[in-house]
T-cell receptor
Framework: QQQVKQSPQSLIVQKGGISIINCAYE??????FPWYQQFPGKGPALLIA?????SEKKEGRFTISFNKSAKQFSLHIMDSQPGDSATYFC??????????FGTGTRLTIIP | GAGVSQSPSNKVTEKGKDVELRCDPI?????LYWYRQSLGQGLEFLIY????????KSGLPSDRFSAERTGGSVSTLTIQRTQQEDSAVYLC????????????FGPGTRLLVL
């Protein structure tokens, strides 16, 4: 049973636009929601994370929006740049348990 | 080095052969994870080590897969009698302790089974 559903599978955005990636979860006990960024040939790296006691977290051009009632959270990349082209994974965790990852979104920023 | 290292970076093997993949976690990290990433797919959890506790092996896909962590540091993932469906990138990650969710990933080992 997939506990974290991620969409879209791939996304193409023009330079300067807003990239939006969505995730939905099933386990209401999840209490930590990170996003990882993976460039080709590299391992994933933590990008930004949020806990359910806040509805939004912003770090530079990256923002997580969290909707606890809908059990959804999303990553917004403002002023998207070609260097943002990568695969993005959402994840969720409950307490001491291991992270559960989404299936990933391949983002391509075109000039 | 400062990050998680994995070796080899690439491995090509024949069906039926055994392979060993190595992970050197960040010094001082007590938690170590193995994941598998198939082409275009997400991260599939395989196994998790935390200190001296019994490892969480719930993600291992078959008994052909096993892993060890010696001295609480280096880990080896072994795949016996490899099959073509084992072809994937095997990623290792480590973290300071179980309560800390920031996992630092290595670059992965790309395994191709012919």
């Amino acid at each position: 049973q997939q506990q974290v559903k991620q969409s879209p599978q791939s996304l193409i955005v023009q330079k300067g636009g807003i990239s939006i990636i969505n995730c939905a979860y099933e386990n209401t006990a999840f209490d930590y929601f990170p996003w990882y960024q993976q460039f080709p040939g590299k391992g994933p790296a933590l990008l930004i994370a949020i806990r359910p006691d806040v509805s939004e977290k912003k770090e530079g051009r990256f923002t997580i929006s969290f909707n606890k009632s809908a059990k959804q959270f999303s990553l917004h990349i403002m002023d998207s740049q070609p260097g943002d082209s990568a695969t993005y994974f959402c994840a969720a965790r409950f307490g001491n348990e291991k992270l559960t990852f989404g299936t990933g979104t391949r983002l391509t920023i075109i000039p | 080095g400062a990050g998680v290292s994995q070796s080899p970076s690439n491995k090509v093997t024949e069906k039926g052969k055994d392979v060993e993949l190595r992970c050197d976690p960040i010094s001082g990290h007590t938690a170590l994870y193995w994941y598998r990433q198939s082409l275009g797919q997400g991260l599939e959890f395989l196994i998790y080590f935390q200190g001296n506790s019994a490892p969480d092996k719930s993600g291992l896909p078959s008994d052909r897969f096993s892993a060890e962590r010696t001295g609480g540091s280096v880990s080896t993932l072994t795949i016996q009698r490899t099959q073509q469906e084992d072809s994937a990138v095997y990623l290792c990650a480590s973290s300071l302790e179980r309560l800390v969710a920031t996992q630092y990933f290595g670059p992965g080992t790309r395994l191709l089974v012919l």
